[in-house]
């Protein structure tokens, strides 16, 4: 559960700072200089947030319980 909890916090975090790469990138915020206005760094924004909304449908995803088996736990 807390494992899971943390795999989706991360998940929001790279979806965070994929979107600040994205908009410095397109020039909407400022931020470094080396980032305003480059086009690089709208698709590595874009990239990171992408994988940020996986990570975080991973991590907050809810779980599927299999049923034990009856012969579970039996020695043959």
Known sequence: M??????GVLGIL???AGLVFALQGADVIGGSSFMNGSSTW?????????????????????????PM???AGKGS
């Open 2 to 7: 807390v494992r899971s909890i943390a795999v």
């Open 14 to 16: 790279l979806l965070l």
């Open 42 to 66: 709208i698709y590595v924004g874009a990239l990171i947030a992408v994988i940020g909304v996986l990570v975080a449908v991973m991590g907050f995803a809810p779980r599927q319980v299999r």
């Open 69 to 71: 088996s009856p012969q």
